[in-house]
Each structure stands twice: as C-alpha cells, then as structure tokens.
T-cell receptor, first 114, second 117 residues
Framework: EAQVTQNPRYLITVTGKKLTVTCSQNMNHEYMSWYRQDPGLGLRQIYYSMNVEVTDKGDVPEGYKVSRKEKRNFPLILESPSPNQTSLYFC?????????????FGPGTRLLVL | AQSVAQPEDQVNVAEGNPLTVKCTYSVSGNPYLFWYVQYPNRGLQFLLKYITGDNLVKGSYGFEAEFNKSQTSFHLKKPSALVSDSALYFCAVRAYDRGSTLGRLYFGRGTQLTVWP
C-alpha cells in the first residue's frame, strides 16, 4: 500500500530536549516536505527536499533541521524544542514528473513542548 | 508571489442542500490547483485537482470544483451535502517559480465545513 508514515504520532517533551520525528514514504517520490498546522494559520511549510541531499527552507524553518540521506526518509529534527513549536506536524511526498502530481500526507504528529 | 485565499473560515449548510467552499489564488504562470480534506485526527486526503482541460473537475465523494481563470478562483462544490462531509477543507496551488521553489504547494488557511442534519 502506498503510504507516508510518521513516528511518533504523539509526543510530549520538555523545553530543550532534542527530538526527531521520522517520516518515510514507499512511493519512490523525489519531493518530500514538512508542514506544521496551527489553528487559523493553515499549513505552513517548514522544509522541503527535491531529492537526496537536496533540501531547502520553507516559510517557517527557524528551530528545525532536516536531512535527506535516503530517498524514502526525511526526518525532522528539533535540536532545542521550545513551547512555540507545539503544533501538529505533517510530512508529505510527491513525484516531480510534471507539476500536477498529488501530494500524499502522513497521518500527523502532535507535539507538545512543555 | 504565490498565494491562496479561502475567504470563509466556516461554512454551514443543511444536509441535502448544495454546498460551496470558496478559493481564490494568485500565481505567476499556469496554476495547478488542488483540494484536500482533513477529517478530525486525520491527515490530509486528496479530493481533486485541476491541471488543464475541462474547467469542471470531478473528484472523490461527489465533490467537484470549477476553475475560473478570469476570476482566479477554484471553488469546491457538491450538489447535496451529507453530514459526513463535515471536515476541514484546504485549497492549494502549485506553480513553478524560477529557482528553488519548484514543486512547492501553497495552502490556504482552511475552511471548516459543518453540515447540519
């Protein structure tokens, strides 16, 4: 089954404690992206990747890091989480064949930073 | 700059009535337009998309959307709403900028649709 998986689904942590949210896709997609969803703000892109070892900032990259060492994986790293990073996070992927490709989303990771 | 606007935070309709969720966009070049739906505690699910061709696009669960180039709109519609259609709906646009924004999707803020029995 074609899917994007994220782990963990729920996470409670404390300020400053490094964490990683994993994302994996099994569709051989070139493009992967991380979004955060906050009430009234919709989805805002954090980072995206066009392919292995190619990443770029989205609209709200501060406080986040990513890496793309393998095509299927795109982990999101919070080196020193702060309460304003409490949010719902989504990973997504798509191919880049022609522009009209559907973006597939993971189930989301709900993060609470105390 | 690319952007998407969903002018209504909430839309309320009675079951059986037609529904419309509005979306307008701003892009340079030809737009690729999408609608996604998010049910409570779930990720976003693809509903439909416009790439080229017929301006009326049909998608999942009986939804359709009409692309209007002159009004830069892509409104989501359904002839007869169901209570189970209640969810958060996102409009998105992809357009190709020069440089590193190739492939990016830009989302609206979302419209909460509530269908009353």
């Amino acid at each position: 089954e074609a899917q994007v998986t994220q782990n963990p689904r729920y996470l409670i942590t404390v300020t400053g404690k490094k964490l990683t949210v994993t994302c994996s896709q099994n569709m051989n997609h070139e493009y992967m992206s991380w979004y955060r969803q906050d009430p009234g703000l919709g989805l805002r892109q954090i980072y995206y990747s066009m392919n292995v070892e190619v990443t770029d900032k989205g609209d709200v990259p501060e406080g986040y890091k990513v890496s793309r060492k393998e095509k299927r994986n795109f982990p999101l790293i919070l080196e020193s989480p702060s309460p304003n990073q409490t949010s719902l996070y989504f990973c997504a992927s798509s191919s880049l064949a022609g522009g009209g490709e559907t973006q597939y989303f993971g189930p989301g990771t709900r993060l609470l930073v105390l | 700059a690319q952007s998407v606007a969903q002018p209504e935070d909430q839309v309320n309709v009675a079951e059986g009535n037609p529904l419309t969720v509005k979306c307008t966009y701003s892009v340079s070049g030809n737009p690729y337009l999408f609608w996604y739906v998010q049910y409570p505690n779930r990720g976003l699910q693809f509903l439909l998309k416009y790439i080229t061709g017929d301006n009326l696009v049909k998608g999942s669960y009986g939804f359709e959307a009409e692309f209007n180039k002159s009004q830069t709109s892509f409104h989501l519609k359904k002839p007869s709403a169901l209570v189970s259609d209640s969810a958060l709906y996102f409009c998105a646009v992809r357009a190709y900028d020069r440089g590193s924004t190739l492939g990016r999707l830009y989302f609206g803020r979302g419209t909460q649709l509530t269908v009353w029995p």
